[in-house]
């Protein structure tokens, strides 16, 4: 596809926000970073979902100034599935590179569960897994951490039996976290809900919540607060000072019709196709705004 046609049409911006969350007092205080996050962006060829995607995201762009973007992972629309082959898995990434080619933003991002092809015909093969997604995402591992302007960045792979931490991933993060200052405030993206009100009904959440629990509490005073998608559902749960922001999806539906009927075109369930922009703070606070884009 080229450029010119995939953006050859546009879209406008919902305004409508579905959940503002921590809300804060900002007389006199400008925040230090503003950041878009987009998850389960799920690109494909089908449902007019590059041009739609497109459109989204370039109205996103025009309408907000952002220092870079978190893309919390579930980036093309799935690679693991049984029938996918070497051309799906291929024609998906272009499509991504595509998308992801529309800013000049920095971004950072984690892996989905969806992005990975592990029915390549063997494990030697330069596609198969997760270090063919670290590439395309131009990420430097499947997990890692950076610093902006005071604020600590750790980006984690859940991708794992029982959608946990590794060993040596949860080894990294006790180090990364203790290393820091104390008061560095810090913000945690995975793809997967380290603690989500949906998980109740729909998707499902870290299987290590626990060890991680205890581990912010041991850092509570630099963990502020914990992106993550997976769910396609917005939705905002505060525990032991951490903020646990489930940020919807920018897909909705998969790209789909979705739950019209009860809820909204290109709905899924009770949630819109949107993103977030999180404002943060020098003194640890945070906004986190989830809005809709209009379909």
């Not at 029982?162 to 945690?188: C, F, H, Y």
């Amino acid at each position: 596809m080229k450029r010119r046609s995939f953006l050859k049409t546009s879209a406008t911006l919902g305004s409508t926000a579905v959940l503002p969350v921590n809300a804060i007092t900002t007389d006199n205080k400008k925040p230090v970073l503003t950041i878009a996050h987009i998850t389960d962006v799920h690109i494909r060829d089908q449902d007019n979902a590059p041009e739609r995607a497109a459109n989204y995201f370039t109205e996103i762009l025009r309408n907000n100034k952002f220092d870079f973007i978190l893309n919390g992972g579930d980036s093309i629309f799935d690679a693991s599935y049984d029938n996918v082959t070497r051309e799906m898995v291929t024609n998906q990434w272009a499509l991504w590179d595509q998308f992801i080619g529309l800013t000049s933003l920095k971004v950072h991002s984690c892996i989905g569960n969806h992005d990975a092809w592990w029915k390549a015909p063997s494990k030697q093969d330069e596609m198969y897994g997760i270090p063919y997604v670290v590439k395309r995402l131009k990420i430097p591992n499947r997990y890692y951490s950076f610093d902006q302007k005071g604020w600590h960045f750790v980006i984690l792979d859940g991708n794992n039996a029982g959608i946990t931490l590794d060993p040596e991933q949860m080894k990294w993060l006790v180090d990364d976290l203790s290393r820091l200052p104390a008061n560095t405030p810090v913000l945690i993206m995975s793809h997967y809900p380290i603690l989500s009100s949906t998980c109740a009904w729909s998707g499902g959440q870290h299987g290590d919540y626990k060890e991680l629990k205890a581990l912010f509490f041991k850092h509570k005073d630099k963990i502020k607060i914990c992106l993550s998608g997976h769910q396609h559902l917005q939705d905002a749960v505060e525990y032991n000072g951490v903020s646990y922001f489930c940020n919807g999806s920018l897909s909705g539906f998969w790209w789909g019709d979705g739950d019209k009927e009860s809820a909204g075109k290109y709905y899924y369930q009770e949630t819109p196709p949107g993103y977030a922009i999180l404002k943060l703070y020098a003194d640890g606070s945070v906004r986190n705004q989830y809005s809709s884009v209009s379909i």
